[in-house]
């Protein structure tokens, strides 16, 4: 499972303690002591005891032999297929294990769970073919553990639906089969000029699902210095991936910035940031833009950038519908890249369960370099900041797929272009910033060639001019043009953009964050 780094790396995954094993067959799966009666109520309970008491580290000690692998040699160590969770029991699901090394450093305890019963599941050297890694599984601790864990579905059990592995990342795939960008359980202080928390699911319990079941739950043990939690999964793969989710959260401290459905990503480069245009392929992105349906039924499209330096936007709502992540451009010929396939990775939507009362979507996006890190950063930030003694319950359903599975009356911008302003033909006279919206979908289709459509523009600072709209054959739909002209500063410059003909606004508003440059680099040409 490919995994980047965030903010200059990550620390990932924690646990317990080491599993231990005892004597069984070989080619199956071991367990360790007794069964205990498990449920979502115990787990909150672990969950809130946990929190009472002293954060306790977890040890990322590991043997020589696995401590220094590289991607390559990590990689190559594989788990046997032949020995998954339910492999020969006639279910639609089964689990396969992660091995320790690389990034992951700290084994996560996992279970079994069947008829309200737990047993945990024993690490064992036998589970794995340790290949051209160089490692003697041999020589390697009985009780070493496990990194993480992935599910495999019946409709094609040689790739797996979803995985957890890693702090509390956990990605899953759509009808494309791909993986992109990723989830967390928590973030806590993103973006912040300071150490991010990376808090870490420690222990897993895999319900056994019913015969003949598409859904299987899991449960998951959170823990960090600020905040422990209980999660329970009901994840059912398809065309779209949905993910329920409902975490009990218990702070040990009162956390600045606590961050609910987390979401992590890339955007490199794109269509309206060609800062970073270093490379062959026009486009390098796992998602374009955050999109958001507020509680008062706003739709906003913000286009992703990959800035020069630290942003962090925050937009402020009240109960809101759902936010996401999301990759709108489909197109291979955009991207050219016939590797790793920008063109099918999935979105990423989040909807709330409930009413999330007061807060923000915050956005952080970080500079990167190349498409090994993840640069962009997502989240639903509470506006009261939760402090020791609280319980905070949270439920929300993740879709992983194309689109988010919700209905868009409105045109959705499908593209965002940027460059010099100025009228062709005419010597500059001073600096301005164009920028071409794309919208389609919604009523366009249903206008006139008479039709008066105005596009809505307003900037925080500087001047709007030289605005249009016009119908655009090749998408059936619209583009909105403006020039900006920005004032001496440097300061971050606001847009909003929506098309409105007469009183009926026709498209979702689209908002963009434009940092003007120095003026002593504002180029005419």
């Known amino acids: 499972m490919h995994r980047r780094n965030l903010l200059g790396g990550l620390a990932f995954a924690a646990a317990l303690e080491a599993l231990v094993g005892r004597a069984a067959n070989a080619t199956a799966l071991r367990t360790i002591g007794q069964p205990q009666p498990f449920d979502y109520a115990a787990l909150k309970g672990r969950a809130r005891t946990l929190a009472a008491a002293p954060y306790k580290p977890p040890s990322q000690k590991l043997p020589a032999a696995i401590e220094n692998l590289d991607w390559d040699r990590h990689q190559a160590i594989r788990f046997r297929p032949d020995h998954a969770l339910w492999n020969d029991e006639g279910l639609r699901f089964r689990a396969q294990f992660f091995h320790l090394g690389l990034f992951f450093k700290s084994a996560v305890r996992l279970y079994e769970v069947e008829g309200g019963q737990a047993r945990e599941l024993a690490y064992d050297t036998a589970l794995f073919d340790y290949g051209k890694s160089g490692v003697d599984g041999k020589k390697l601790p009985a009780d070493l553990g496990f990194a993480g864990f992935r599910l495999n579905f019946h409709t094609d059990p040689e790739r797996d639906v979803c995985a957890f592995l890693g702090a509390s990342y956990f990605r899953a795939v759509g009808g494309s089969w791909q993986y992109g960008l990723s989830a967390r359980g928590l973030a806590v202080d993103t973006g912040l000029p300071r150490d991010e928390e990376f808090p870490n699911f420690v222990a897993f319990w895999l319900d056994k699902p019913a015969a003949g079941s598409n859904t299987i739950r899991v449960h998951a043990l959170l823990d960090s210095p600020s905040i422990a939690g209980a999660y329970r999964f009901d994840i059912t793969p398809g065309?779209?991936?949905?993910?329920?989710?409902?975490?009990?959260?218990?702070?040990?401290?009162?956390?600045?910035?606590?961050?609910?459905?987390?979401?992590?990503?890339?955007?490199?480069?794109?269509?309206?940031?060609?800062?970073?245009?270093?490379?062959?392929?026009?486009?390098?992105?796992?998602?374009?833009?955050?999109?958001?349906?507020?509680?008062?039924?706003?739709?906003?499209?913000?286009?992703?950038?990959?800035?020069?330096?630290?942003?962090?936007?925050?937009?402020?709502?009240?109960?809101?519908?759902?936010?996401?992540?999301?990759?709108?451009?489909?197109?291979?010929?955009?991207?050219?890249?016939?590797?790793?396939?920008?063109?099918?990775?999935?979105?990423?939507?989040?909807?709330?369960?409930?009413?999330?009362?007061?807060?923000?979507?915050?956005?952080?996006?970080?500079?990167?370099?190349?498409?090994?890190?993840?640069?962009?950063?997502?989240?639903?930030?509470?506006?009261?900041?939760?402090?020791?003694?609280?319980?905070?319950?949270?439920?929300?359903?993740?879709?992983?797929?194309?689109?988010?599975?919700?209905?868009?009356?409105?045109?959705?911008?499908?593209?965002?272009?940027?460059?010099?302003?100025?009228?062709?033909?005419?010597?500059?006279?001073?600096?301005?910033?164009?920028?071409?919206?794309?919208?389609?979908?919604?009523?366009?289709?249903?206008?006139g060639p008479k039709a008066k459509v105005e596009a809505v523009i307003t900037a925080s600072r500087g001047k709007v001019e030289i605005t249009s709209a016009r119908p655009l054959a090749s998408i059936n739909g619209w583009r909105a043009m403006f020039d900006l002209v920005p004032p001496e500063g440097i300061e971050p410059i606001d847009l909003r953009l929506f098309l409105r003909s007469g009183t009926q606004a026709l498209s979702e508003t689209w908002v963009y964050q434009y940092n003007p440059p120095p003026v002593a680099e504002r180029r005419l040409f």
């Open 239 to 447: 065309d779209t991936q949905v993910m329920d989710i409902d975490a009990a959260l218990y702070p040990r401290k009162t956390i600045e910035r606590l961050g609910i459905a987390p979401m992590t990503s890339m955007y490199q480069v794109g269509e309206n940031d060609r800062r970073m245009a270093n490379d062959w392929r026009p486009e390098i992105h796992d998602s374009d833009g955050l999109a958001m349906w507020t509680g008062k039924g706003e739709r906003i499209w913000r286009p992703l950038a990959n800035p020069a330096g630290l942003r962090f936007n925050s937009f402020a709502d009240e109960n809101p519908r759902g936010f996401g992540l999301l990759q709108r451009d489909r197109s291979f010929e955009h991207y050219q890249d016939d590797g790793v396939y920008y063109d099918r990775r999935p979105s990423l939507w989040v909807e709330p369960k409930h009413g999330w009362g007061a807060g923000a979507v915050q956005l952080v996006e970080i500079p990167t370099i190349d498409e090994t890190f993840d640069n962009i950063v997502a989240f639903w930030n509470p506006a009261t900041p939760p402090k020791p003694g609280d319980e905070l319950l949270m439920g929300y359903r993740l879709y992983w797929g194309e689109q988010p599975p919700v209905p868009q009356p409105l045109a959705r911008a499908v593209a965002t272009r940027t460059g010099l302003g100025g009228i062709v033909g005419q010597p500059r006279k001073y600096f301005a910033w164009r920028f071409a919206v794309d919208f389609a979908g919604g009523d366009l289709s249903l206008l």
